[in-house]
């Protein structure tokens, strides 16, 4: 009975965010209710309209804003929660085993106004692991350290590294900082057993694989 009595923040504490059932997770990512209904009563019509669709679009997103009291703000909170959900789930899932797939992942990176240097940790089945920005500035082989690649690496228990980087002028032709990184780091990995697998440079628009190019053998 003392389960059932507790508040939702309260029950996390005790129990942890697994205890918690989908309605009161959702009276925690809300806070509070509306004028015509209470946390508890919004949250299950807010589920109830999730549970109504496979993915959520703009119109379930103007739908739920049109629900009593509930308006754009407290919504925005909801698609936040929702999308940071499926950005994590979809790195769990997601198998690297071509450059556009990794390519799908840096987009949202490519219009960056400075070169922003990435790697992404892949398991045996060529699952990503983890996606990190390890530097933000002009690339050149002293700031771009084996270390700073691969040790993130190891503590992923990684069987693969792919590195990328963007190139702000839209050029993809690779510099000559950008092939003694790549050789560097490809002879690094060679030494721990975490291979580099590819080095891509990309743009808004496309990218380049500088294994494709011969240049990873």
């Given at each position: 009975?003392?389960?059932?009595?507790?508040?939702?923040?309260?029950?996390?504490?005790?129990y942890g965010i697994e205890g918690l059932s989908d309605v009161e997770l959702l009276q925690l990512i809300l806070g509070s209710g509306t004028r015509a209904f209470d946390v508890?009563?919004?949250?299950?019509?807010?589920?109830?309209?999730?549970?109504?669709?496979?993915?959520?679009?703009?119109?379930?997103?103007?739908?739920?804003?049109?629900?009593?009291?509930?308006?754009?703000?407290?919504?925005?909170?909801?698609?936040?929660?929702?999308?940071?959900?499926?950005?994590?789930?979809?790195?769990?899932?997601?198998?690297?085993?071509?450059?556009?797939?990794?390519?799908?992942?840096?987009?949202?990176?490519?219009?960056?106004?400075?070169?922003?240097?990435?790697?992404?940790?892949?398991?045996?089945?060529?699952?990503?692991?983890?996606?990190?920005?390890?530097?933000?500035?002009?690339?050149?082989?002293?700031?771009?350290?084996?270390?700073?690649?691969?040790?993130?690496?190891?503590?992923?228990?990684?069987?693969?590294v792919l590195v990328a980087h963007n190139h702000p002028s839209g050029q993809l032709e690779p510099s000559r900082e950008d092939l003694e990184v790549t050789t560097r780091l490809?002879?690094?990995?060679?030494?721990?057993?975490?291979?580099?697998?590819?080095?891509?440079?990309?743009?808004?628009?496309?990218?380049?694989?500088?294994?494709?190019?011969?240049?990873?053998?």
């Amino acid at each position: 009975m003392e389960t059932l009595q507790l508040k939702p923040r309260e029950k996390f504490q005790r129990y942890g965010i697994e205890g918690l059932s989908d309605v009161e997770l959702l009276q925690l990512i809300l806070g509070s209710g509306t004028r015509a209904f209470d946390v508890k009563n919004l949250s299950e019509r807010c589920l109830e309209a999730l549970d109504s669709v496979a993915v959520p679009d703009s119109n379930l997103w103007n739908r739920v804003a049109r629900l009593a009291g509930m308006g754009q703000a407290k919504t925005a909170q909801i698609a936040a929660a929702w999308e940071l959900g499926r950005r994590r789930l979809d790195l769990r899932t997601h198998k690297i085993t071509c450059p556009s797939a990794l390519y799908s992942h840096l987009i949202r990176y490519a219009e960056r106004p400075q070169e922003t240097f990435l790697t992404a940790s892949v398991n045996g089945a060529q699952q990503l692991l983890k996606l990190r920005v390890i530097t933000v500035g002009l690339l050149n082989k002293t700031l771009i350290h084996p270390r700073e690649v691969f040790a993130p690496a190891i503590s992923d228990r990684a069987a693969g590294v792919l590195v990328a980087h963007n190139h702000p002028s839209g050029q993809l032709e690779p510099s000559r900082e950008d092939l003694e990184v790549t050789t560097r780091l490809s002879q690094a990995g060679g030494l721990l057993g975490i291979p580099l697998l590819d080095h891509l440079i990309f743009t808004r628009d496309s990218y380049i694989s500088l294994k494709e190019l011969g240049h990873i053998l």
